[in-house]
């Protein structure tokens, strides 16, 4: 059984998914992982502690740091066992408890763990200060959006023309596929500034809790990673519009102009008030994107016809 405080993380891991309504299991039939994140292929996770109660490891200087042996997750990757594998690391007092306001978690995506490791799996993730880490580890700190779009963008790839190779080998439903991905995420300046901009706020649904926004590329940054952080090619969207439009349930024009797919139809009261009733109405927060952008997106649709 894993300890209490790999628990409560990840008890904090599923209400966080439940919100963004993103499919997460935690009791998974797989030897060393804890998750499995967003759906196929999605991400497979490992939790791992670090005790700051029986922290030894200190540099000359005495400042203390994380160390850990990554070798279950680069196994797993370089046998190709499993495919986007994932670590979460826990700075906690004690492994009884992890109490999000005053304990940490920091992310390490599968690039990060092939590439900044040691042939072992061994690195090191320097403690600077409560909350505060350097190293080449120490990239996503208490930071469940890069999570959730790391997850969220390995099924985008998967769904968009990649053909995957399955290991017949391993028990993980379907989710064993080889991958080396490129990874693309944006930094949180970047972040911070498409959130401001849009007044912390979905256009469509008027959703402004933090939680259930994500930042929205109408050229994908997986095919376009020189715009990533182009301000004209993103909007703030809820989760729900956001899968949507990535479904090309919906788009909009280069004045702003909402267009729903001739065909949608939904029993939901929200989609219905944010999509269908928005068909054809200005929203100004929308023209924000370069006419060329979303000209080049619309162009790829296969209903649209202006």
């Not at 599923?14 to 935690?26: L, M, V």
């Not at 580890?137 to 990649?162: E, I, P, V």
């Amino acid at each position: 059984m894993p300890p209490q405080a790999t628990k409560d993380w990840l008890a904090l891991l599923e209400k966080h998914a439940r919100n963004r309504n993103i499919p997460c299991e935690t009791d998974l039939n797989i030897k060393y992982f804890h998750f499995r994140l967003g759906r196929d292929p999605g991400v497979v996770g490992k939790v791992r502690i670090s005790e700051g109660k029986r922290r030894n490891y200190e540099k000359k200087k005495g400042n203390e740091y994380i160390w850990h042996r990554y070798n279950r997750e680069n196994e797993a990757i370089e046998d190709g066992r499993a495919r986007n594998i994932v670590n979460i690391t826990l700075d906690v007092w004690d492994k009884d408890e992890y109490d999000p306001t005053e304990n940490h978690f920091i992310f390490l995506t599968e690039q990060l763990l092939l590439n900044e490791t040691y042939s072992q799996g061994d690195q090191r993730i320097e403690v600077e200060s409560d909350g505060q880490y350097s190293g080449p580890l120490a990239k996503y700190t208490d930071d469940w959006d890069a999570l959730f779009n790391y997850a969220m963008n390995r099924q985008t790839t998967a769904q968009s023309g990649t053909q995957p190779k399955y290991n017949e080998d391993i028990d993980m439903s379907g989710s064993v596929t080889e991958s080396k991905n490129t990874e693309i995420i944006v930094s949180e300046q970047f972040k911070q500034g498409v959130y401001d901009r849009f007044d912390h706020r979905c256009p469509l649904s008027g959703i402004e809790n933090s939680a259930l926004l994500t930042i929205s590329h109408v050229l994908s940054r997986s095919k376009h990673p020189d715009l990533a952080e182009d301000p004209q090619n993103v909007l703030l969207l809820d989760w729900t519009h956001h899968m949507a439009f990535d479904a090309e349930l919906w788009t909009f024009d280069e004045s702003g102009y909402v267009w729903v797919e001739p065909d949608f139809d939904t029993e939901s009261d929200t989609l219905s008030n944010s999509l269908i009733d928005n068909h054809g109405e200005k929203l100004s927060k929308l023209s924000v994107v370069s006419d060329e952008y979303i000209d080049r997106h619309n162009a790829d649709l296969g209903w649209w016809t202006r």
